[in-house]
Nanobody, 114 residues
Framework: QVQLVESGGGLVQAGGSLRLSCAAS????????MGWYRQAPGKQRELVAR??????NYADSVKGRFTISRANAQNTVYLQMNSLKPEDTAVYYC?????????WGQGTQVTVSS
């Protein structure tokens, strides 16, 4: 059974930083495409960042501020978020994709106050 467990969300002031973690189990982590998505109230879920092997890509809105990384030995993917803005407020979801399947974590709330 695949499980993705996020942690690290919370409340932070604008300009601050948070690091999200996603611990994965039940998948061959090193072969999975790992990503972070977010969904703000009243908006669609959107891709924030994705890591495929050692290659990364980011939404334009977070480029230069967020960094995605992975530790295959720990089956964990991280999202370092710096210079946070109120518009970054959302529920952040970890995602794993591979072999035609996609899995989601339960989400972690990130709230950025102005």
């Amino acid at each position: 059974q695949v499980q993705l467990v996020e942690s690290g969300g919370g409340l932070v002031q604008a300009g601050g930083s948070l690091r999200l973690s996603c611990a994965a189990s039940g998948i061959t982590f090193s072969f999975a495409v790992m990503g972070w998505y977010r969904q703000a109230p009243g908006k669609q879920r959107e891709l924030v960042a994705r890591i495929i092997g050692g290659n990364t890509n980011y939404a334009d809105s977070v480029k230069g501020r967020f960094t995605i990384s992975r530790a295959n030995a720990q089956n964990t993917v991280y999202l370092q978020m710096n210079s946070l803005k109120p518009e970054d407020t959302a529920v952040y979801y970890c995602n794993a994709a591979g072999s035609g399947l996609m899995y989601w974590g339960q989400g972690t709330q990130v709230t950025v106050s102005s």
